[in-house]
């Protein structure tokens, strides 16, 4: 932290605050908020049900992970509204106002009606709801990080921040237990129907406890100090976005350090859950388990690697993180496959699966707007089945006009032809296909969902946990570099643009645009690419145009 201000320049200052209480009440606040933003995602494939059900599933799924993204699209704009206000008004009255706007945001998602009870508007209103969310995390993090590292030591600012980066993991492990806990309470049957709403009702209650701790904290010493000596910044986004010299900062903290930090986190943490559930049909309580063992195992490596930098640098850590993830995902989740669907997996290589369609014949097996049955082409029918089964597929080009067919290891299938056929007829048709495709492939080895007792559940939980190591190396230190990056009079601002672009787009649209990879190809890793490609983009710009700041003072000026 930056020298102390004679006593002569100002007033008095108010004793120094426990640095336990800055961390905890910190944290904790933090925790609460990650919890309400994290819901949403662990419970992305009920909601679909609830909310999205007037589409097909695969287009309703895919909704419905959008509907998680859009709360993550926000969020740089909250970064801009609150980090202005965290400059100009101070930190800690900025942070209570977004955990309000959280809690209650989150509390009234457990009280809306499904789609079946009042038609489009459900989805409306979710996605809404999912907005408010986004502002309010929008100027959470750049707040709390901002005032745990203005409270730190000069050589332990790493190390203090590292537990504001716990919070996001912690939150969502919160949220797990709850999950699993009224998940078990209830049974399945009763927690898609109405158990769901639980969690969310329940947040109401945290956010009691939350405002109650935080209320507890002064003002930051650094800019308590600025604001008495009239230091402040008057235009922090001008300051901040509309000068070059501090503009170029910001693009090279996204780009060289963000970005990567951010598709590596929610491959980690959310790609690897839908993945289990979606993809290799392990049901939703034990993923949810085998996701929060390997949290727990994890999770103190953020303090580690937030010690760690404070010795080595920001700089090697995360982007060794991102280079070790990009080269390590492909056999990573092949392992996983492995491991948690041994029947699906053993299938695949043995009775692989291609369909053989004219390419004219074929849509993108996801439709925006919902029109699409994907039941008016044999190719669609053949695709949309193999999606909704899970199936990985490769394509194989036809000649124009020939009816889509199905090769399921060393047998062929005709899909169905709906044409000049009546609805009735047509449905009886894709009836039959289904059931004859159905057997082929319980017949070459594919099962219908992973068998709870063939799950090598030691082998899915190690593979999580070095997931979630790969998150901590990333996660751990970025905030004590985004908070060494920037001057006080705009530090809000400036660290919270690239941290909720970086992690609200980069990172939020992740599950959304790797599951669309996948519905236009049929190939299940396809989606891998993705944050592959990110994290070695921010391998190259980091390494060459990103600064070291481990052993900068934070100025006061």
């Known amino acids: 932290m930056a020298s102390t201000a004679d006593s002569s320049t100002g007033p008095e200052e108010p004793p120094r605050q426990s640095e336990r ?12 908020e990650w919890y309400d933003f994290y819901l949403y995602g662990l419970l992305a494939t009920v909601i679909s049900a609830q909310f999205f ?40 009255n900025t942070f209570l106002v977004t955990m309000g706007l959280m809690g209650v945001s989150t509390f009234a998602v457990g009280l809306l009606p499904s789609y079946a009870s009042i038609g489009v508007a459900a989805p409306v209103m979710l996605v809404a709801l999912r907005l408010l969310q986004g502002l309010a995390l929008g100027g959470e993090y750049g707040g709390a ?56 009702l329940f947040s109401l ?24 000596q009239g230091k402040t910044s008057k235009a922090p986004l001008t300051e901040a976005f509309g000068r070059w ?38 049901d939703g309580a034990t993923a949810n388990i ?51 669907n041994p029947a699906l997996h053993a299938a695949q290589a043995s009775a692989p699966v291609s369909v053989i369609a004219d390419p004219e014949d074929c849509s993108l097996q996801f439709d925006p707007i919902g029109r699409n049955r994907f039941d008016e082409r044999s ?18 080009e036809a000649p124009a006009g020939m009816v889509a067919l199905v090769r399921i290891g060393d047998r062929t299938l005709e899909s169905a032809d709906p044409a000049f056929l009546t609805p009735e007829e047509r449905a009886a048709e894709i009836k039959r296909f289904q059931e004859e495709a159905r057997a082929a492939l319980s017949a070459a080895g594919y099962p219908e969902r992973a068998d709870p007792e063939a799950i090598d559940k030691p082998l899915v939980i190690l593979i999580l946990t070095i997931l979630v190591l790969y998150v901590t190396m990333v996660y751990g230190p970025i905030a004590a570099l985004l908070v060494e990056l920037f001057p006080t009079r705009i530090r809000y601002t400036s660290m919270s643009l690239p941290y909720h672009v970086g992690n609200g787009w980069f990172g939020g649209f992740l599950p959304t645009t790797a599951f669309a990879m996948v519905a236009a190809t049929g190939d299940v890793y396809y989606g ?30």
């Not at 509204?81 to 930190?91: A, C, H, K, M, T």
């Not at 669609?380 to 999606?387: H, M």
């Not at 944050?531 to 983009?537: D, G, H, M, N, Q």
């Open 205 to 228: 209650a945290l956010l009691a406890v939350s405002l109650w701790i935080r209320l507890k904290l002064e003002e930051s010493p650094v800019f308590r100090r600025m604001k008495e």
């Open 379 to 396: 190719c669609d029918i053949a695709k949309s089945f193999l999606a909704r089964a899970g199936v990985s597929y490769s394509n194989v």
């Open 290 to 340: 085998m996701i929060a063992i390997a949290l727990a195992i994890g999770t103190p490596a953020f303090i580690f690697f937030g010690w760690l930098s404070d010795r080595i640098g920001r700089k090697p850590i995360i982007l060794t993180g991102c280079a070790i993830a990009a080269l390590t995902y492909f056999p990573l989740f092949d392992g996983l496959s492995r491991a948690a």
């Open 53 to 92: 059900s007037g589409v097909n599933e695969t287009t309703g799924f895919i909704f419905a992970l959008a509907a998680f993204a859009a709360g993550f699209a926000v969020r740089p704009f909250g970064a801009i509204l609150f980090g202005r206000i965290g400059d100009i008004v101070g930190r800690k």
């Open 245 to 282: 010299a501090n503009l170029k900062i910001v693009l090279i903290a996204l780009f060289g350090a963000v970005a990567g930090q951010a598709v590596v986190w929610y491959t980690g943490q959310f790609y690897a859950l839908f993945f289990l559930e979606r993809t290799l049909k392990v």
């Open 145 to 200: 990080a901002t005032y745990v590292a203005e409270h730190a030591p000069d050589g332990k600012r790493g190390l203090f921040t590292s537990f504001i980066q716990t919070t996001a993991t912690l939150g969502l492990f919160a949220a797990l237990l709850v999950v699993i806990g009224i998940r078990s309470a209830l049974g399945e049957e009763a927690f898609a129907a109405w158990g769901w709403r639980l969690p969310f």
């Open 528 to 557: 891998l690419w993705y944050p592959i490609v990110v994290a070695a983009l921010t391998v190259v710009v980091g390494l060459f145009l990103l600064p070291e700041t481990y052993k900068r003072r934070l100025e006061e000026d």
């Open 21 to 32: 209480l800055v961390i905890v009440a910190s944290s904790l606040g933090t925790v609460f």
